[in-house]
């Protein structure tokens, strides 16, 4: 540093006094955007004002209780401070460490929101999702930064329900508009136009000869992993993406159609059936389709039959297969007996149910309820 403005500070202090003094200690910081100097001279001048010692030597719990809450109050003023000047400077990850002690992640959150790339998005990334500040941007920067592969890996890991939610969504719409642009350049460059819609339902109906030659329009593996978990959409936008692309994985070459793990052994026909039927598009053919699975005593079939029957809201059949073919426990993925006659509001067949199953709690509840 300048030996200029050590002179100057104890030139300062000697006719101004220790706020004139602390007054060019600030405004020199800001100047030169130390903003880290900023803010230990925010708390040695709180410090000073305080009585206290100036060279921190102790935590705000060691200091006289008195001066506590005082010295709490300037450190939150002084890291936001700071923390602001560093997000102004597009500083995500030097701003976070100041927003973080003082438990407002709200700015960084933002901050993260208007970021598209540049220096530091591995940190940023690091950030926004294993820090959880913003888990959704996050995922989004990165699959901008590492690809879909990794995107799909880190997905498919994720543990927290809601966020994973938000990751898959992220990725049926990115691929989506994948294979909408792949698609709309190829019959361009046939056709002599691209089509006005980027909706793939359209652009591959009566168009057979986009799959001749075993042609295929994104990466094969990571279509079949978007469509294996496409069970899991709630909201309808995202189901109805990954229904159109379960219906293109139909019109591929069979040498791209992976094996399903039953009930969905042919991956994309099945799945194609179960969101067709989610969706209110042929409900009683997905129906049907999944009640022959669980005649036929595939595996896992009763469990995806009782969990789609739920979500359409016909809880009677739901809470029929579950007592046939799963004993009214709870499935994978899917609602137990006794559950069902919850959401069905059914509470004496809830009380017969929880009779039979032993269960006085469940009875109980079905007498409250009921």
Same mark, same amino acid.
């Given at each position: 540093m300048n030996e200029h403005l050590f002179e100057l500070l104890e030139r300062t202090l000697r006719t101004g006094g220790p706020? !004139?003094?602390?007054?060019?200690?600030?405004?020199? /910081?800001? #100047?030169?955007? &130390?903003?880290? $100097?900023?803010?230990?001279?925010?708390?040695m001048q709180k410090r000073h004002a305080l009585g206290l010692s100036l060279i921190q030597t102790a935590t705000?719990?060691?200091?006289?209780?008195?001066?506590?809450? !005082?010295?709490?109050?300037?450190?939150?003023?002084? /890291?936001? #401070?700071?923390? &602001?000047?560093? $997000?102004?400077?597009?500083?995500?990850?030097?701003?976070?460490?100041?927003?973080?002690?003082?438990?407002?992640?709200?700015?960084?959150?933002?901050?993260?929101?208007n970021f598209q790339s540049g220096e530091g998005i591995e940190r940023v990334i690091e950030i926004a999702l294993h820090e959880g500040v913003n888990p959704r941007k996050g995922f989004e920067l990165l699959l901008k930064q590492r690809g879909t592969c990794q995107a799909i890996d880190f997905a498919?890991?994720?543990?927290?329900?809601?966020?994973?939610?938000?990751?898959?969504?992220?990725?049926?719409?990115?691929?989506y508009q994948e294979l909408a642009a792949h698609l709309k350049e190829t019959i361009a460059g046939v056709e002599g136009q691209a089509p006005q819609s980027s909706d793939v339902a359209e652009l591959i109906a009566g168009r057979d000869w986009l799959f001749d030659g075993g042609h295929y329009y994104v990466e094969n593996s990571h279509l079949a992993s978007i469509v294996q978990v496409s069970p899991e959409f709630e909201d309808r936008e995202t189901q109805r993406l990954a229904?159109?692309?379960?219906d293109y994985g139909r019109?591929?070459?069979?040498?791209?159609?992976?094996?399903?793990?039953?009930?969905?052994?042919?991956?994309?026909?099945?799945?194609a059936q179960y969101l067709r039927a989610l969706l209110g598009e042929e409900?009683?053919?997905?129906?049907?389709?999944?009640?022959?699975?669980?005649?036929?005593?595939?595996?896992?079939?009763?469990?995806?039959?009782?969990?789609?029957?739920?979500?359409?809201?016909?809880?009677?059949?739901a809470i029929q297969i579950s007592v046939e073919?799963?004993?009214?426990?709870?499935?994978n993925g899917c609602p137990s007996a006794i559950q069902l006659c919850q959401m069905a509001g059914d509470y004496k067949q809830l009380r017969h149910l929880a009779r039979e199953q032993g269960d006085l709690l469940a009875f109980t509840a079905g007498i409250l309820a009921g």
């Open positions: 706020g !004139a003094a602390f007054d060019v200690l600030i405004r020199e /910081a800001l #100047e030169q955007k &130390n903003y880290s $100097l900023l803010f230990e001279a925010r708390l705000i719990s060691d200091l006289p209780a008195e001066h506590q809450a !005082a010295y709490e109050a300037s450190m939150v003023e002084a /890291a936001r #401070e700071t923390g &602001n000047l560093f $997000l102004a400077d597009g500083q995500i990850a030097r701003a976070w460490q100041y927003f973080r002690a003082i438990g407002d992640p709200a700015p960084v959150t933002a901050a993260i929101e498919m890991q994720y543990m927290d329900r809601e966020n994973r939610a938000a990751f898959l969504q992220v990725l049926v719409r990115s691929m229904l159109h692309m379960a019109r591929l070459a069979p040498m791209f159609h992976f094996p399903g793990n039953p009930p969905f052994e042919d991956l994309y026909l099945d799945h409900a009683e053919a997905g129906i049907a389709h999944f009640r022959k699975k669980v005649t036929a005593s595939v595996r896992g079939a009763a469990d995806v039959l009782v969990g789609l029957l739920s979500r359409l809201g016909r809880y009677g059949e073919h799963l004993r009214g426990a709870a499935g």
